[in-house]
């Protein structure tokens, strides 16, 4: 099956700079590739993806790169704020297949 | 915004218990997900369900799992003899069709087995 690994596991940055984080994942087949934020106490809530027919996608102040040959696919987070603080998840799937999440990033935005 | 719901959003049994977690999916959603998430590790897949029955199940879901569509709206998750393992934060999702992917969580039930 799938294998998704995901780094770092801790990261701390300071307000206004940008945070990546990256996953790499084993099947070739994946072609879907959500990003989960995780607040404590709530469930994860999706805020990009990028399917594999896209090499970047951005939505204001996040954006997410895939590459293919490689299998890796990162989150970027600019301009980070205190409220980007929180747990982030990638996942790898197959369409309409099971989700299969990496092992999740805490990010702290240090004011 | 629509959302999954999730009841009880903790659930303390004892060991060897049945437990019945529910989750009420968005209201349009077609494809309905259990995953779990044991205390500092990754999420992991259970099961997913469509057209009234189990379309794809991982390793974890043994039978001692079952899952049920009982009426229009709520999806359930039951264990049928819970051991200290189970214990763990239960997510439902749904998403519209298969092909269009995103699934949205629900809050999560914890589930806690002494």
């Known amino acids: 099956g799938e294998n998704v690994e995901q780094h770092p596991s801790t990261l701390s940055v300071q307000e206004g700079d940008s945070a990546v984080i990256k996953c790499t994942y084993s099947?070739?087949?994946?072609?879907?590739f959500p990003w989960y934020k995780q607040e404590l106490g709530k469930g994860p809530q999706l805020i990009i993806d990028i399917r594999s027919n896209v090499g970047e996608k951005k939505d204001q102040r996040i954006a997410v790169t895939l590459n293919k040959t490689a299998k890796h696919f990162s989150l970027h987070i600019t301009e980070t704020q205190p409220e980007d603080s929180a747990v982030y998840f990638c996942a790898a799937s197959k369409t309409g297949n099971q989700f299969y999440f990496g092992t999740g990033t805490s990010l702290t935005v240090i004011p | 915004e629509p959302e999954v719901t999730q009841t009880p959003s903790h659930q303390v049994t004892q060991m060897g218990q049945e437990v019945i977690l529910r989750c009420v999916p968005i209201s349009n959603h077609l494809y309905f997900y259990w995953y779990r998430q044991i205390l500092g590790q990754k999420v992991e897949f259970l099961v997913s369900?469509?057209?009234?029955?189990?379309?794809?199940k991982s390793e974890i879901f043994d039978d001692q799992f079952s899952v049920e569509r009982p009426d229009g709206s709520n999806f359930t998750l039951k264990i049928r003899s819970t051991k200290l393992e189970d214990s763990a934060m239960y997510f439902c999702?749904?998403?519209?069709?298969?092909?269009?992917?995103?699934?949205?969580f629900g809050p999560g039930t914890r589930l806690t087995v002494l």
């Open positions: 099947d070739s087949a994946s072609n879907y």
């Open positions: 369900f469509y057209n009234n029955e189990i379309s794809e």
């Open positions: 999702a749904s998403s519209e069709a298969a092909y269009t992917d995103t699934q949205y």
